[in-house]
């Protein structure tokens, strides 16, 4: 990529000095992949006509900027901003564009900032910014079908046929698009099969377009199977299976020059497992384990679903339970859990699948407010909110009236932290949030509470918690109300050990909810069973840490705990490691922080923790001792000074 020299401008609103750089040329890195909105793998970005001033964040047209003939501040000046998808949906609201054509520039700039128009989104979900988008496409056919009838280049013209039956197909009107595309000459036919299939099978996601070369290689005397593969892989992302098949048979019969690889073997499984032939399915499935020594888990993951289809529901759950734990139980694969859930219910474990489902639907909810930062307009079936409850108090007794809600009531329990919400868990699956609870009865809502409704009235404790449980993002993110699912789990199943109650993925999160909980009879029973105390925990909200001992001695969980010496004693003296090493740091180097603690730190010490616990190798070492690692003051460092020195820290580790 080589850039020309930059041009500079005047912003409209600020008067600062802003910058463009201008591209003269660049290479394509990689596949260079088309997509069916016109766009293309390995191309870089260009800032388009339309940005942003990087100081005033004003939003203009680039042709209506003053340039700069004397580059004033220049070596300073910050480059112009691309509008991002709320910046282009306020420009389109204020008025900003003059004319039709502005407003088709915008407006396909939008088009292409939104994920659904992105050929890896996953899914579209239900959120403001999916349904601005539609809007937008519905609103971008006419000024593109305008813009068609004062194109006199022919191809130029195509090329806007196409875009427009992307919008139609993109809107789900899949007669529409079809209409489009068959405009077009016969000599596009490569290009119309494809919107055709994509039609057929309701697809409204961009897709990778197969290349004229490629349909056509059959064609080519010296296609190898490596193209036939490649080929089949695509005919495969297109989800057209069965010319996918045939292509990978005849690679198979060409031959691979370096041998068959487990790549393979894993694209043909999946082909046939969508046409429903499991058993070659799993056999391939099988074979791509074998050949691929680290990157099993899409294979994995493939053989657990064929499985599941011929009945294998143990070697099923064997392969899914190995996919979660080589992805360290990843956020961001929620849908494992959905798979999990398909494998109980075909197995016909009813109470299992409820679990799954449960996890299933809470972990995609937490995914999609902590990673990617947005509030789904529907809320997940297991949460609700209550506001017209009717709170009193009869001889100290404090008394909840509610409407009827549906479902058993099974080991209930209030979490409150003297806010103005409380978080019923009514069973397992079951959250209410009571909404504003009267004044009067925050400071006294601490004993156990007789919840009233038309057909039942239980007894439910009340459990005080530090999080404010303001809204239910910040409920979610806290990591409620699935932690208080997993540890209600074992007071519903008192008399079977625990590792057949709770999932073994679950196991390293449940210890630490005992500890925090300082539930030491549930404690005791974990430590009989030999359960794990030392595994990383799933780093799925943003109040957990990795391991018990670094739980328990957070500043998180401090405040919570009644005597924290006890139970750092309690877990090292069943085998906790105090010198664990997880994410680059010890338990110790943790306390050694600004937001470390005194008290922390000093029954980390007192328990076996090395304060000399080295966490880089030869020959930075003397840098990494805790005390001498941080960037920021230790917490009291008078007090904890002279516990690291009584304890061995080495002084002078040069």
């Known amino acids: ?13 600020c008067k600062k000095t802003i910058r463009k750089d201008n591209l003269m040329s660049y290479t394509f890195f990689g596949k260079n992949s088309i997509y069916s909105n016109g766009s293309m793998s390995g191309s870089p970005s260009i800032t388009p006509d339309f940005a942003k001033c990087p100081k005033c964040k004003v939003l203009f047209f680039q042709k209506d900027l003053k340039v700069l003939e004397e580059k004033k501040n220049s070596n300073f000046a910050e480059h112009l901003e691309k509008p991002d998808h709320y910046d282009l949906v306020n420009a389109l609201k204020t008025g900003i564009p003059r004319d039709w054509k502005e407003e088709k520039e915008i407006r396909e700039a939008l088009w292409n900032a939104y994920p659904p128009n992105r050929w ?23 000024l593109m079908k305008k813009t ?48 055709s299939w994509q039609c057929k099978i309701k697809n409204t996601v961009t897709f990778e377009l197969i290349k004229k070369h490629v349909i056509e290689l059959s064609k080519n005397k010296e296609a190898t199977g490596e193209d036939y593969y490649f080929r089949g892989n695509e005919h495969s992302w297109q989800k057209n299976f069965k010319k996918a098949l045939a292509d990978y048979k005849t690679a198979e019969t060409k031959g691979f020059e370096n041998g068959i690889t487990g790549s393979f073997y894993e694209m043909r499984a999946d082909a046939l497992r969508e046409i429903k032939e499991y058993d070659k399915a799993i056999d ?35 392969d899914i339970n190995a996919v979660i734990i080589m992805e360290n139980h990843s956020l961001y694969r929620y849908d494992y859990h959905a798979v999990k859930k398909d494998i109980f219910e075909a197995a016909g474990d009813t109470k299992a699948a409820l679990y799954e489902n449960f996890k299933y639907e809470y972990l995609k909810f937490a995914n999609k407010i902590i990673i990617k930062d947005f509030i789904p307009k529907e809320t997940p079936s297991f949460y609700s909110t209550e506001s017209e409850f009717k709170i009193t108090a009869v001889n100290e007794q404090i008394i909840i009236n509610m409407k009827k809600k549906d479902g058993d009531v099974i080991e209930p329990e209030i979490l409150y932290s003297g806010g103005k919400n409380a978080l019923l868990r009514r069973n397992l699956y079951q959250f209410i949030l009571l909404e504003n ?13 007789l919840i009233k409704e038309p057909t039942k009235e239980y007894q439910v404790k009340v459990r005080q918690v530090t999080e404010k449980l303001n809204s239910l993002d910040e409920i979610i993110k806290d990591g409620y109300p699935f932690l208080t699912s997993i540890r209600a789990k074992l007071y519903i199943d008192r008399k079977k050990p625990i590792s057949k109650v709770i999932d073994k993925e679950d196991l390293s999160t449940l210890i630490c909810i005992l500890a925090r909980e300082e539930d030491y009879e549930q404690l005791e029973r974990y430590a009989a069973e030999g359960l794990p105390l030392n595994e990383h925990s799933p780093d799925w909200f943003r109040k957990y840490e990795p391991t018990p ?22 877990l090292v003296a069943h085998g906790a490691d105090p010198n664990k090493i997880v994410d680059n740091i010890t338990a110790v180097g943790n306390q050694c922080y600004s937001n470390g603690s005194y008290s922390a730190l000093k029954a980390l ?24 690692g941080g960037f920021v003051p230790m917490p009291e460092p008078m007090k904890c000074t002279p516990e690291l020195v009584a304890v061995g820290l080495c002084l002078n580790p040069l």
């Open 437 to 449: 609870i009267p004044q009067k009865f925050r400071k006294i809502l601490t004993a156990d509470v």
């Open 148 to 195: 068609l009838k004062n194109i006199k280049e022919e191809e130029e013209r195509f090329s806007q046929q196409i875009m427009i039956a992307e919008l139609y197909r993109n809107i789900g009107s899949f007669d529409k698009c079809m209409e489009a595309i068959n405009e077009l000459p016969v000599s596009y036919k490569w290009l119309s099969d494809q919107f």
């Open 549 to 570: 001992i670094f739980y328990t001695t957070s500043c998180k969980v401090l405040p919570i705990l009644k005597d924290l010496e006890k139970m750092v004693k309690w």
């Open 605 to 628: 010490l007192e328990n076996g923790a090395d304060p000399n616990l080295s966490l880089v190798p030869p020959p930075m070492e003397h840098f990494s001792p805790p005390p001498f």
């Open 1 to 13: 990529m080589t850039f020309g020299p930059s041009t500079y401008y005047e912003c409209p609103s």
């Open 120 to 142: 890896d989104w996953p899914e579209i979900p239900d959120c403001e910014e999916y349904l601005n988008w539609l809007e937008n496409c519905k609103a971008l056919i006419p």
């Open 284 to 318: 391939d499935y099988t074979k791509a384990i074998k050949l691929n020594k680290k990157d099993k888990e899409g294979a994995l993951l493939g053989r657990s679903i064929a499985l599941k289809h011929i009945g294998e529901y143990k070697k099923a759950l064997s």
